[in-house]
Protein backbone atom coordinates (compact mmCIF):
# COMPACT_ATOMS: atom_id res chain seq x y z
CA UNK A 1 0.00 0.00 0.00
CA UNK A 2 1.43 3.58 -0.92
CA UNK A 3 0.80 6.46 1.64
CA UNK A 4 1.99 9.92 0.54
CA UNK A 5 2.91 11.92 3.42
CA UNK A 6 2.07 15.97 2.80
CA UNK A 7 4.28 17.78 5.04
CA UNK A 8 2.96 21.12 4.92
CA UNK A 9 4.93 23.23 6.84
CA UNK A 10 7.35 25.80 4.51
CA UNK A 11 8.37 28.05 7.34
CA UNK A 12 12.05 28.32 7.57
CA UNK A 13 13.03 26.52 11.05
CA UNK A 14 10.00 24.20 11.04
CA UNK A 15 9.68 21.73 13.40
CA UNK A 16 6.38 19.82 11.92
CA UNK A 17 8.37 18.61 9.12
CA UNK A 18 10.52 16.34 11.56
CA UNK A 19 6.80 14.77 12.36
CA UNK A 20 6.36 14.23 8.96
CA UNK A 21 10.09 12.51 8.81
CA UNK A 22 9.65 10.28 11.48
CA UNK A 23 6.04 9.10 10.19
CA UNK A 24 7.62 7.92 6.86
CA UNK A 25 10.41 6.67 8.85
CA UNK A 26 7.90 4.53 10.70
CA UNK A 27 6.11 3.71 7.79
CA UNK A 28 8.64 2.61 5.75
CA UNK A 29 9.63 0.16 8.26
CA UNK A 30 6.57 -2.09 7.69
CA UNK A 31 7.57 -4.54 4.59
CA UNK A 32 3.99 -3.87 2.92
CA UNK A 33 4.24 -0.13 3.08
CA UNK A 34 5.62 2.33 0.70
CA UNK A 35 5.80 5.86 2.19
CA UNK A 36 6.49 8.79 -0.01
CA UNK A 37 7.30 12.47 2.21
CA UNK A 38 6.21 15.20 -0.09
CA UNK A 39 7.31 18.56 1.38
CA UNK A 40 5.61 21.65 -0.03
CA UNK A 41 8.24 24.13 0.73
CA UNK A 42 9.70 21.73 -2.15
CA UNK A 43 7.11 22.98 -4.75
CA UNK A 44 6.61 26.80 -6.34
CA UNK A 45 2.78 26.66 -6.62
CA UNK A 46 2.06 30.19 -7.47
CA UNK A 47 -1.72 31.02 -5.37
CA UNK A 48 -4.38 28.81 -6.93
CA UNK A 49 -6.30 31.95 -8.80
CA UNK A 50 -2.76 32.23 -11.11
CA UNK A 51 -2.80 28.56 -12.10
CA UNK A 52 -5.90 29.52 -14.64
CA UNK A 53 -3.67 31.01 -17.03
CA UNK A 54 -2.99 29.41 -19.73
CA UNK A 55 0.84 29.96 -19.37
CA UNK A 56 0.74 29.61 -15.86
CA UNK A 57 4.00 27.15 -15.01
CA UNK A 58 3.22 23.93 -13.70
CA UNK A 59 5.68 24.38 -10.40
CA UNK A 60 6.02 20.38 -9.79
CA UNK A 61 2.44 19.88 -9.85
CA UNK A 62 2.50 17.11 -12.88
CA UNK A 63 4.94 15.71 -10.15
CA UNK A 64 2.78 15.53 -7.20
CA UNK A 65 -0.36 14.31 -9.26
CA UNK A 66 1.31 11.46 -9.95
CA UNK A 67 2.54 10.87 -6.20
CA UNK A 68 -1.15 11.60 -5.07
CA UNK A 69 -3.03 9.35 -7.81
CA UNK A 70 -0.59 6.84 -7.09
CA UNK A 71 -1.28 7.25 -2.98
CA UNK A 72 -3.80 4.27 -1.30
CA UNK A 73 -4.09 6.72 1.79
CA UNK A 74 -2.53 9.97 2.90
CA UNK A 75 -1.20 11.74 5.94
CA UNK A 76 -1.76 15.67 5.97
CA UNK A 77 0.55 17.14 8.43
CA UNK A 78 0.49 20.33 9.11
CA UNK A 79 0.88 22.90 12.48
CA UNK A 80 -1.16 24.73 13.66
CA UNK A 81 -1.92 28.58 12.33
CA UNK A 82 -4.38 31.33 13.47
CA UNK A 83 -6.29 28.08 14.89
CA UNK A 84 -6.24 26.15 11.48
CA UNK A 85 -3.91 24.68 9.27
CA UNK A 86 -1.33 26.33 6.62
CA UNK A 87 -1.94 28.37 3.44
CA UNK A 88 -0.11 26.29 1.57
CA UNK A 89 -1.57 23.09 2.17
CA UNK A 90 -5.34 24.26 1.22
CA UNK A 91 -3.25 25.86 -2.19
CA UNK A 92 -1.83 21.88 -2.40
CA UNK A 93 -5.13 20.89 -2.08
CA UNK A 94 -6.93 23.86 -4.49
CA UNK A 95 -4.35 22.89 -7.19
CA UNK A 96 -6.07 19.48 -7.92
CA UNK A 97 -9.42 17.94 -8.85
CA UNK A 98 -10.95 15.97 -6.05
CA UNK A 99 -10.16 12.66 -8.26
CA UNK A 100 -6.69 13.04 -6.71
CA UNK A 101 -8.57 12.48 -3.37
CA UNK A 102 -11.59 10.84 -3.63
CA UNK A 103 -12.84 7.84 -1.44
CA UNK A 104 -9.22 7.93 0.04
CA UNK A 105 -8.35 7.89 3.67
CA UNK A 106 -6.42 10.79 4.89
CA UNK A 107 -4.93 10.74 8.40
CA UNK A 108 -4.34 14.99 10.16
CA UNK A 109 -1.64 15.49 12.41
CA UNK A 110 -1.93 18.41 13.87
CA UNK A 111 1.64 20.26 15.54
CA UNK A 112 1.61 23.05 17.74
CA UNK A 113 4.14 24.43 20.23
CA UNK A 114 1.62 24.49 22.78
CA UNK A 115 0.04 22.33 25.22
CA UNK A 116 -3.33 21.38 23.31
CA UNK A 117 -1.05 20.47 19.78
CA UNK A 118 -3.03 21.92 17.87
CA UNK A 119 -6.89 20.97 18.43
CA UNK A 120 -8.38 23.81 15.76
CA UNK A 121 -6.06 23.32 12.96
CA UNK A 122 -6.80 19.04 12.84
CA UNK A 123 -10.31 19.93 13.29
CA UNK A 124 -10.37 22.25 10.29
CA UNK A 125 -7.96 19.61 8.22
CA UNK A 126 -10.65 17.09 8.94
CA UNK A 127 -13.55 18.88 7.68
CA UNK A 128 -10.75 19.66 4.04
CA UNK A 129 -10.74 16.49 3.96
CA UNK A 130 -14.59 15.98 3.76
CA UNK A 131 -14.54 18.66 1.64
CA UNK A 132 -12.03 16.61 -0.98
CA UNK A 133 -14.74 13.74 -1.10
CA UNK A 134 -11.95 11.33 1.08
CA UNK A 135 -12.68 9.72 4.37
CA UNK A 136 -10.95 11.20 6.89
CA UNK A 137 -10.35 8.97 9.91
CA UNK A 138 -11.70 9.76 13.74
CA UNK A 139 -8.48 9.40 15.39
CA UNK A 140 -6.59 12.81 14.74
CA UNK A 141 -2.53 13.00 16.02
CA UNK A 142 -2.18 15.83 18.02
CA UNK A 143 1.32 16.71 18.48
CA UNK A 144 1.71 19.37 21.56
CA UNK A 145 5.06 21.13 22.54
CA UNK A 146 6.72 20.21 19.65
CA UNK A 147 9.44 21.86 20.64
CA UNK A 148 10.34 19.15 22.83
CA UNK A 149 10.00 15.37 21.32
CA UNK A 150 13.06 16.56 18.54
CA UNK A 151 16.68 16.99 19.13
CA UNK A 152 17.96 19.83 16.82
CA UNK A 153 18.76 17.24 13.83
CA UNK A 154 15.49 15.67 14.04
CA UNK A 155 15.93 12.78 16.02
CA UNK A 156 13.23 11.64 17.94
CA UNK A 157 13.56 11.77 21.55
CA UNK A 158 10.86 11.50 23.51
CA UNK A 159 9.56 7.90 23.91
CA UNK A 160 5.93 8.52 25.19
CA UNK A 161 5.49 10.60 21.91
CA UNK A 162 7.24 7.35 19.89
CA UNK A 163 4.27 5.18 21.45
CA UNK A 164 1.40 7.31 20.50
CA UNK A 165 3.17 7.97 17.23
CA UNK A 166 2.80 3.94 16.60
CA UNK A 167 -0.67 3.61 17.62
CA UNK A 168 -1.96 6.49 15.90
CA UNK A 169 -0.42 5.17 12.85
CA UNK A 170 -1.89 1.31 13.74
CA UNK A 171 -5.38 3.21 13.63
CA UNK A 172 -4.40 4.85 10.22
CA UNK A 173 -3.10 1.73 8.50
CA UNK A 174 -6.11 -0.02 9.56
CA UNK A 175 -8.66 2.05 8.39
CA UNK A 176 -6.62 2.57 5.44
CA UNK A 177 -6.63 -0.71 4.44
CA UNK A 178 -10.33 -1.12 4.89
CA UNK A 179 -10.32 1.13 2.00
CA UNK A 180 -7.86 -0.16 0.20
CA UNK A 181 -9.15 -3.04 -0.06
CA UNK A 182 -12.96 -2.37 -0.80
CA UNK A 183 -11.73 -0.46 -3.87
CA UNK A 184 -9.91 -3.49 -4.81
CA UNK A 185 -12.52 -5.67 -4.67
CA UNK A 186 -14.79 -2.77 -6.41
CA UNK A 187 -18.41 -2.38 -6.48
CA UNK A 188 -18.40 -6.31 -5.61
CA UNK A 189 -18.94 -6.73 -2.21
Do not use: C
Not at 89 to 115: P, Q, R, T, W, Y
Not at 133 to 140: D, E, F, G, L, S
Not at 148 to 163: I, R, V
Amino acid sequence: MKIAIISASIRHGRQTHFVSEELGRRLNASNDIEASLVDLADYAFPLFQDTHKADAPQHGADELRTILQQADGLLFVSPEYNGSYTAALKNMADHFSKAEFNKKAIGVVSVSSGAIGGMRGALQMQQLVLALYAYPIPQMMLVSEVQHKFDEEGKLTDEAFAKKLDTYLQEFLWFASAIYEKKKRGNRG
